[in-house]
């Protein structure tokens, strides 16, 4: 790799967040993917690996008696300090760093490979099918039916091939309607609720301006509401605050005149934009990353980030949704501006609340390759895979995640799935490894022959699925509806995310991992233990994943200094003692 | 004056009573001596509500139709109950007059001065005998199972009659070689007369905490030679013992203003004083009073409940609490050391930072058992004033007299060692959540009065059961044990950070929804050890449980945890 200046630096120091703590010399490793710091003390080889993927930022520090320091933030939340004895060392690493974790092109996805066959490939991509989904919902019914109008992405470039519209809604409607709407994001299906024959539909802002109406997408939304025989009256949800949406039409955007349309009954939900999200996150990280702070600074700073009033404002109108369906047996039209991020954030956490599949391990999966992937949530953009406008990076999805954790929380036996799960699906969309959440929509995504060059994530979590089970889950069928409390104080700080490196903080016991041993008997019965995992319980599978997983990253570089080393213990069956050091 | 003469009305039928998350209820309400009862009318299976009038912190009463209109005409009134375990319930009562009579015979019932016409004293349940004995141990038993004390220490009754200090047991553990007459100079030197004495011995290396009271050094910077030789005593041949000052060094300074001071470094040469600010009193009590106020606040902003949350300053109390326990431990245990604990009076925060320590350090202590008798040993016998401290809780609009939760925060402290460490304790929330409901309203006797002699005096251990002794008879009942308990040697030294800490939602939000959900998983946890238990066999091994000690911090890796002590 040509950006790899120096690829091996002695004595360097990993700072601990606590000074007196103890820090001994290591060694720092640039590889093509990862960033490797080895620490050898006595017996004990501890590593730290870092995907470049995950690096935020880069930052060198002013000199200081001890050395030159370089600050390294990343996007799972890490922060790592070291320390360079010579200033041309830190200058090196920091000049590589700055070249590979933004990489103008080329993500480790189209590098990776899991050492599976073409057929393997193939299948991990037809996985989790949008499609099935319709079919689950009981589509194509009565009131609703599939469409491939968009199959050449000609209505909408950022939408799905595949839609879910009114049924005998005429194709002027449809076209109509998408030229009226903000990016031609058209009002389509993303949930029927099988019950009460309510839907929840998603779009984006109207081109309504201060006068503008259109005729066919008011037929449109007459047809959504009379595709549900429960109820007279559609809601439309903008999930924006009301002044945001105000400015929006003095630029020829905005939102619905209730005049215009029959029977809508129009409602602002108030979740802030992007921007103010990714200000307020970068404000919870301060108080993450306080040295030692007071209870009270913890307290004051966690409120003036704002972050949780955030969440919670997502959550309400996520509620909202939920209730008008399940209440009201009112279908919903959700939009924001684009109708890729509220709105996507909206939709699936009201699916959620609604749908008890979805709150399963492939549930989840479906869930967020629906909503998210394929109807265009700007995956590249927010999470800033390339070097692209830092303006245009977000926390949405983390967010999104950080609502069902919530829930979670609040309802310890209705998730088929542990927090654990959601961090590793957080990890995995920085991470850049598997395919799917690369690129901004589907159209993108075909363009660049995604499914051929990488693969999918999804087939990988389903096969540590035991760690991801939730030992408390309970199929019960009487909460089929999730109605939580709003209350502020429900929401609560999520350490486990937010602080998942900082160890020290965590409970030092884990009622998870012993639940999952005890349950481990009946997985066992079902799967063929290895001599590895039966000498180390739950904690070894992890180790045992993770190692066989960066084994393969390995055969990337194969110059690797550890290469050989580790197949060479792997392989006498000797990882154990090497996986003990590892810090993960 | 007897009871029954406060209760002008004794039944009202066709009463409603609200509670929250429940659909609401008609039936009979009847107030007793000591007793408020409501019987749903359904004749059988008929849903009881008990309430101890002494649980009843509050009562608000309002009445419409002031203009005494006969009940036919449809005059009532609605009482709201708020209860010290921060229960609120309300009541329609048809009728005026019987409503305001209702509220009249609950206000004096509920706030009962002498002891003996306290419920305890007439709770007299079939399956308990008043003979034998009373409590789980004695300073005496104590003394002879911990072995590790033999040589070094022994057991003065100078205090038996309690004149050299009236909030100490009859017994208490001294250093050997210091004679009664010495302990009765050091008393003399010490507020309230609690001189230093021993209050837990480290398993490992020896190492003691004592505690006592602030030493009455005053504006003159006195001395006592007996105290100092007590002191020099306790760490006999080793070079150093801690002191552990619950006060900051300011405060400490302007206490001798008031007669009371600090050991000086001058006369202790031996001991190194450490000062850790620990709010007491009415600010500990209004902190509560605050945060149970903000967990009821009916609005949806979430900065209102962040910044009513830091405002409470409840969570600061807990992490102080913490930090300081943690400290006391750094000192027994990887230091070496022995410690001093004191504050001005001795009888509040000391107990709370020398039993967390204990907690922490002591395995035996983590046992139902173990706890109750830290419980009892550290709290009842060393003289916390139950009854002034417990006087009335969150809800009461009377004027904060010796009010304080301090025992409350002691079970706050143990909840958050237990989320932390959730195999460590054989107990569970449910016995902590207990505790703090029979700390303001028991039918046992064990949290009344103030002291042993009060309790001597009152005839308390002859009249009443001990709560103790009924938790652990005949056999403890399974809500209250940890499913997933396994023992460990080793110090559980809780985080301090304050993302480590949490509400304790157990007990503030005990009586919503949440509560009910949190049960749910409780059950599924039992039922999977259960399940567990059934297929491992009656020969169970414990291969299951061996191979999480190292998921266990050994206490060398929690150093870097001390820092922010």
Known sequence: MEHIITPKVEYVKLLNRYPEKKSVLGTLYLTATHLIYVEQTNNTRKETWVLHHHIMSVEKLPLTAHGCPLLIRCKTFQLLHLLFQRERDCQDVYQSLLRLFQPEEELYAFLYNPQQNEEDRRQGWEFINVANDFSRMGLSNDYWEISHLNKDYEICSTYPSVLGLPKNVSVATVTGSAKFRSRGRLPVLSYFHKDTKAAICRCSQPLSGLTSRCVEDEQMLQAISQANPNCPYIYVVDTRPKLNAMANRAAGKGYENEDNYSNIRFQFQGIENIHVMRNSLQKLLEVCSMKSPSMSDYLTGLENSGWLRHIKSVMDAGMFLAKAVCEERASVLVHCSDGWDRTAQVCSLSCILLDPYYRTIKGLMVLIEKEWISFGHKFSHRCGHLDTDPKEVSPVFTQFLECVWQ???????????????????????????????????????????????????????????????????????????????????????????????????????SVLDQLLSLTQKQVEGERTMTELQRVRGVVGVVDFVRVERYLTDMTLSPSHPFTSTIHCAFTKGQTQSLTHGLDW | ??????????????????????????????????????????????????ILLKNIDAIEKSVENLFGYPRAMGSSGTITIKCKDLLVLQLEIPGMEECLNIASSIEALSSLESVTEMYPFFYRPSHLTLNGPWGLSSTEQYYKQTERL????????????????????????????????????????????????????????????MRSSQPLTGANKKRCKEDELLLQAVIDGSELGYIIDLRSAQ?????????????????????????????????????????????????????????????????????????????????????????????????????????LAQL????????????????????????????????????????????????????????????????????????????????????????????????????????THCLFQSLLRPDIEEQYLNPLYEPTDLAIWPSVHPQSLQLWTGLFLRWTEYAQNMEEAREEVWSIVKEHHEQAGPDRTNNTLSTHCDTLTPFENLMDELTIL
């Open chain 1, 407 to 509: 829930l979670s929380e609040q309802f310890p036996c209705v998730f088929e799935f542990n927090e654990r799960y959601l961090i590793e699906i957080h990890n995995q969309v920085y991470a850049c490894q598997y395919g799917n959440f690369i690129g901004n929509c589907q159209k993108e995504r075909l363009e660049i022959r995604l499914h051929e060059k990488t693969f999918s994530l999804w087939p990988h979590l389903l096969k540590n699925q035991h760690l991801y089970r939730n030992p408390l889950y309970r199929r019960s069928l009487e909460c089929t509806v999730l109605r939580p409390s709003t209350l502020p104080l429900h929401f609560k700080f999520w350490c486990g995310m937010y602080n998942y490196y900082d160890r020290g903080m965590h409970p030092k016991q």
């Open chain 2, 360 to 463: 922490i350090l002591d395995p035996a202590s983590r046992t139902v058992t173990g706890f109750l008798c830290l419980l009892e040993r550290e709290w009842i016998q060393a003289g916390h004033p139950f009854q002034q401290r417990c006087a009335h809780s969150a809800y009461s609009h009377a004027r904060l007299k010796q009010e304080c939760p301090i025992f409350l925060l002691l079970l706050d402290c143990v909840w958050q060692v237990w989320r932390q460490f959730p195999l460590a304790l054989e107990f569970s929330e449910a016995l902590l959540l207990r505790l703090a409901q029979e700390v303001y309203a028991s039918n046992y006797g064990t949290f009344l009065c103030n002291s042993e002699q009060e309790r001597c005096a009152a005839g308390v251990k002859e009249n």
């Open chain 2, 1 to 50: 004056m007897e009871l029954s003469e406060h209760i002008k009305t004794a039944n009202v039928e066709d009463v409603t009573l609200r509670r929250p998350f429940h659909p609401a209820l008609r039936g009979t309400l009847c107030v007793t001596s000591h007793h408020l009862l409501f019987s749903d009318r359904k004749d059988e299976a008929s849903w009881q509500l008990l």
């Open chain 2, 150 to 209: 033999w040589d070094r220490w022994r057991v003065s009754t100078v205090n038996s009659d309690y004149s050299v200090c009236p909030s100490y047991p009859s017994a208490v553990i001294v250093p050997r070689e210091v004679d009664d007459d010495k302990l009765i100079r050091s008393a003399r030197f010490r507020q309230g007369g609690r001189f230093p004495v021993l209050s837990y011995c480290h398993h490992r290396n020896g190492m003691v905490i």
């Open chain 2, 251 to 355: 405060q400490a300074q302007q206490a001798r203003m008031t007669g009371g001071g600090f050991e000086s470094k001058s006369f202790y040469s031996h001991w190194k004083r450490i000062h850790r600010h620990h709010e007491r009193g009415k600010i500990v009590q209004e902190s509560l009073i605050k945060l149970v106020e903000a967990c009821s606040d009916p609005s949806h902003s979430v900065d209102r409940w962040l910044s009513k949350l830091e405002n409470s300053k409840w969570l600061s109390h807990v992490h102080s609490a913490l930090s300081t326990a943690g400290l006391v431990v750094e000192c027994v245990e990887r230091d070496g050391h022995s410690v001093l604990v004191h504050g001005s009076e001795g009888t509040d925060n000391t107990l709370l930072v020398s039993s």
